[in-house]
């Protein structure tokens, strides 16, 4: 499957995409190692591997090239799809085994609601407070946008649980992603966003809060950012 993905590297969107993604020193992909490949192309190459077993699907998983990654995660999903519940149970095993190697915001968010947070959603979720708790960010962000499920669902709780786990993190894309969560929660249950704007609001981090509040109206936004600056 590798030399197939390899086929269509494009070395110059490589070179832009490595740049996007911070894989230079001291960023938070240091090292990865991009092909070029756009995300559609990424996701043809899944459904054409959708039969692949899971020994065949660990071999791009542990790749060095992002877009093995993003691939091998994405045939996960469509498996999961398609899979009957003993069968869920064996990638959603295989997914927290393996989660060294969702390694990046974008294959978190491309995989985690749709197997970690399916998965769950009929079940007990401590598996998520163990995650949060992870010193891996990507274990934390696997919590965090995991709960997108519930959230899909009118189930708020784990969101606002996990979301005041985490408003103490310190790295930028653990607090993008609460505020994504709560703004997707906003757009189910305003008044439930509300209330925990009211609660939290002063101790969010900025970009968190930033990310929340974007539908609400102006004024409304210009209230909660006032309520932050007098605490900075």
């Given at each position: ?94 997914y927290l085994a393996n989660t060294k190697w969702v390694n ?129």
């Amino acid at each position: 499957m590798i030399n197939e993905i390899r086929k269509l590297t494009d070395s110059k969107r490589a070179r832009f995409v490595a740049r996007f993604f911070k894989t230079g020193r001291g960023g938070y992909a240091k090292n990865d190692k991009f092909l070029g490949l756009t995300v559609p192309q990424c996701r043809t190459l899944a459904k054409k591997f959708i039969s692949a077993d899971l020994k065949s699907v660990q071999k791009l998983l542990v790749s060095k090239y992002h877009e093995a990654r993003l691939i091998a995660l994405l045939v996960l999903t469509y498996q999961f799809e398609k899979a009957d519940e003993r069968e869920r149970k064996r990638i959603f095993d295989f997914y927290l085994a393996n989660t060294k190697w969702v390694n990046n915001w974008d294959l978190v968010d491309a995989s985690a609601y749709k197997i970690v947070g399916t998965y769950l959603f009929d079940k007990p979720r401590s598996v998520l407070y163990k995650l949060v708790k992870s010193n891996n960010i990507w274990e934390r962000r696997i919590a965090m946008v995991s709960t997108y499920q519930f959230i899909r669902h009118n189930q708020f709780a784990d969101t606002l649980k996990i979301s005041e786990i985490l408003l103490t993190d310190k790295h930028d894309l653990i607090h993008k992603a609460v505020g994504w969560m709560l703004r997707e929660t906003g757009k189910r249950s305003e008044k439930t966003l509300v209330k925990f704007l009211n609660k939290n609001a002063a101790r969010m981090p900025r970009t968190t809060l930033r990310y929340s509040i974007e539908r609400f109206p102006e004024k409304q936004r210009l209230s909660y950012l006032h309520i932050k600056n007098l605490t900075t």
